[in-house]
């Protein structure tokens, strides 16, 4: 026994082509791009800066140098732990990195932004504003120095990271990458 079938399709390749070309142009829109930016981004960055933390430096950073014997012992007289964590003390700089918000701003060239994170600086002359540069940057003191232990840092990993997220959120409905 056989059995044939006769199948007609029509699809409207100009409907399909019209959908996928307005979900390309939505992917490089204002909306779309601040979107990204500014939850997509932030997020990554918030949650890159909550693990270097954590394992005390990390591949952007690079490893955190360890507390001198004098810091441990400071820290242990005002009640902290002695070698860990490091860049914790009150918490406030950690507190700082992780529940700042970042600002999209646009500029006067069409389809270009700039991400601002942390959007919030710490106040100028500011306890706080000493902290972060003391972590990012290090400092001299006297005969002595700090050892910069970044807490913001991006590396090549996070770039690519990041570029193939944007990229999956360019990828109109249908189309498949091989």
């Known amino acids: 026994?056989?059995?044939?079938?006769?199948?007609?399709?029509?699809?409207?390749l100009d409907d399909v082509l019209r959908a996928q070309l307005a979900e390309l142009e939505f992917s490089f829109s204002t909306e779309f791009l601040t979107w990204f930016l500014g939850v997509?981004?932030?997020?990554?960055?918030?949650?890159?800066?909550?693990?270097?933390?954590a394992r005390e430096?990390?591949?952007?950073?690079?490893?955190?140098?360890?507390?001198?014997?004098?810091t441990r012992e400071e820290r242990r007289a005002l009640g902290f732990g002695g070698a860990h964590p490091i860049n914790v003390r009150t918490g406030e700089m950690?507190?700082?990195?992780?529940?700042?918000?970042?600002?999209?701003?646009?500029?006067?060239?069409?389809?270009v932004f700039?991400?601002?994170?942390?959007?919030?600086?710490?106040?100028?002359?500011?306890?706080?504003?000493?902290?972060?540069?003391t972590a990012q940057q290090g400092?001299?003191?006297?005969?002595?120095?700090?050892?910069?232990?970044?807490?913001?840092?991006?590396?090549?990993?996070?770039?690519?990271?990041l570029l193939a997220q944007y990229a999956l959120n360019l990828k109109p409905a249908g189309v498949t990458f091989e």
């Not at 026994?1 to 409207?12: H, I, K, T």
């Not at 997509?40 to 933390?53: G, H, N, P």
């Not at 001299?140 to 990993?157: D, H, Q």
Request: aromatic content about 6%.
């Open 57 to 70: 430096g990390d591949d952007a950073s690079g490893k955190w140098k360890p507390l001198s014997e004098f």
């Open 139 to 161: 400092k001299r003191r006297g005969e002595k120095s700090v050892p910069k232990r970044p807490i913001l840092a991006v590396g090549e990993i996070d770039l690519v990271h």
């Open 1 to 12: 026994m056989s059995v044939n079938f006769d199948v007609d399709l029509s699809v409207d």
């Open 114 to 133: 700039d991400l601002e994170w942390p959007a919030r600086m710490p106040s100028p002359g500011s306890e706080l504003e000493t902290k972060v540069k």
């Open 40 to 53: 997509e981004i932030t997020q990554f960055l918030q949650a890159r800066a909550e693990r270097r933390f």
């Open 94 to 111: 950690e507190d700082w990195v992780m529940q700042n918000n970042s600002s999209v701003v646009g500029s006067d060239a069409a389809g």
